[in-house]
């Protein structure tokens, strides 16, 4: 089965500065996606954004990068020039691409950001 | 587009009632899933509709159920309830795609259910 596991429970970075978010995984698929969705005290779940494993260049989306290495399963979030509005829970998300794993999302337990003036 | 909506908002129920909560994806999307979030057990996957038909479901009892409607609307229902349902309630819509399977999941504000 596949696992996801964020081992930074919370987390904290002042306005401006960059902060980067861990995330690690486990799997035997060799293709899949992964996610950083961001879970705002609204509850609403906001998509941060998507790699897709058979890329190799990292995805960027503004101010948020990840640096994916597959060999280690390692798929961290950088946030840079980091704002008040990012303070959210933090979730890392994996989902593969064969039957039975193809459906859904494996989340990890999350990483709370806090942003400080 | 208008993102994915989720009726009600907030539900309180009581032991052993019934509940069913709704969910309207994004226009064109016709995979609808379900997801349950506790600060116990965190998300966990509820199961997934795709065309009516329910394509996966995950590790809970017979006490949660679905379904999809023709206009990829979708409802899940939970019975005889439990205080350990107490839970936010998310539904995720996405399209699928025949060469790269499902797309993103997008999803929608959720559906906060208090059982007492």
């Known amino acids: 089965a596949q696992t996801v596991t964020q081992s930074q429970p919370e987390m904290s970075v002042q306005e401006a500065e960059t902060v980067t978010l861990s995330c690690t995984y486990d799997t035997s698929e060799s293709d899949y996606y992964l996610f950083w969705y961001k879970q705002p005290p609204s509850r609403q779940m906001i998509l941060v954004i998507r790699?897709?494993?058979?890329?190799?260049q990292n995805a960027t989306e503004n101010r948020f990068s990840v640096n994916f290495q597959k060999a280690a399963k390692s798929f961290s979030l950088k946030i840079s020039d980091s704002q008040l509005g990012d303070a959210a829970m933090y979730f890392c998300?994996?989902?593969?691409?064969?039957?039975?794993?193809?459906?859904?999302?494996?989340f990890g337990t999350g990483t709370r950001l806090q942003v400080t003036l | 587009k208008a993102g994915v909506t989720q009726t009600p908002r907030y539900l309180i129920k009581t032991r052993g009632q019934q509940v069913t909560l709704s969910c309207s994806p994004i226009s064109g999307h016709r995979s609808v899933s379900w997801y349950q979030q506790t600060p116990g057990q965190g998300l966990q996957f509820l199961f997934e509709?795709?065309?009516?038909?329910?394509?996966n479901k995950g590790n809970f009892p017979g006490r949660f159920s679905g379904r999809q409607f023709s206009n990829s609307r979708s409802e899940m229902n939970v019975s005889t309830l439990e205080l350990g349902d107490s839970a936010l309630y998310l539904c995720?819509?996405?399209?699928?795609?025949?060469?790269?399977?499902?797309?993103?999941?997008?999803f929608g504000p959720g559906t906060r259910l208090l059982v007492l």
């Open positions: 509709y795709f065309s009516e038909t329910q394509r």
């Open positions: 790699q897709e494993a058979y890329k190799q």
């Open positions: 998300a994996y989902r593969g691409l064969n039957t039975g794993t193809a459906s859904k999302l494996t």
């Open positions: 995720a819509s996405s399209v699928w795609r025949l060469a790269r399977t499902q797309e993103t999941q997008y």
